[in-house]
């Protein structure tokens, strides 16, 4: 196991409401990801992080920002939550380094629902 | 951008048949190509991977995936399933024109049912 956990493991928020959601690793992995699971569409990447304070959107950033500040923790906060946001949410990680990239490994999952 | 096929939503087996999931992949360039298994209620975990070297990769659990480069293909196998492969199974590909740390591009998935 990588070491990652995600809090909180579920959610109920208000539409309208800031939600900030945490991924926590214990490896001091490089590459760290947010992505979205929903019926029909597998996954779906939100942004990703290539180091502290380095981040890049992915395929679905509308209404999402992220955060980097320590290697170990990649927070993912939704700014004004929507209904369309109901979602299950998965951080991962990227083994090794540099030439030496090995598979992703994800985390627990937390479970937002948006009312 | 990268896109990924998985070709059946659904699958539903008898116990002891052979399984074969089918994934292909629209990115012309080098990739990673990985299949995850999920177990209701759980987080995804690696089934195999390939990288590079022998197209034919085995991976845990029994399950084996064959990288058909002229068809842009990682197909899924095993040759005989049981009760507990039951599970949604994703493929997923990774590009490696930004250095490979632009994540994973999966398919919509595949529910795979056994009966027993």
């Known amino acids: 196991d990588a070491g990652i956990t995600q809090s909180p493991r579920h959610k109920v928020t208000e539409t309208g409401t800031p939600v900030t959601l945490r991924c926590h690793q214990t490896e001091n992995h490089r590459y760290m990801y947010w992505y979205r699971q929903d019926p029909g569409h597998g996954l779906r990447l939100i942004h990703y992080s290539y180091g502290v304070k380095d981040t890049d959107k992915g395929e679905v950033s509308d209404g999402y920002s992220v955060s980097r500040s320590k290697t170990e923790d990649f927070l993912l906060t939704l700014e004004s939550a929507t209904s369309s946001q109901t979602s299950v949410y998965f951080c991962?990680?990227?083994?090794?380094?540099?030439?030496?990239?090995?598979?992703?490994?994800f985390g627990s999952g937390t479970r937002l629902t948006v009312v | 951008a990268q896109s990924v096929s998985q070709h059946n939503h659904h699958v539903i087996l008898s116990e002891a048949a052979s399984l074969e999931l089918g994934c292909n992949y629209s990115?012309?360039?080098?990739?990673?190509l990985f299949w995850y298994v999920q177990y209701p209620g759980q987080h995804l975990q690696l089934l195999l991977k390939?990288?590079?070297?022998?197209?034919l990769v085995k991976g845990i659990k029994g399950f084996e995936a064959e990288f058909i480069k002229s068809k842009f293909s990682f197909n899924l196998r095993k040759p005989s399933v049981q009760w507990s492969d039951t599970a949604e199974y994703f493929c997923a590909v990774n590009s490696l024109s930004g250095g490979g740390a632009d994540g994973l591009t999966f398919g919509k998935g595949t529910h795979l049912i056994i009966q027993p």
């Open positions: 390939y990288f590079s070297g022998d197209p």
């Open positions: 991962a990680i990227r083994d090794g380094t540099g030439g030496d990239l090995g598979g992703y490994t």
């Open positions: 990115y012309g360039g080098t990739v990673n």
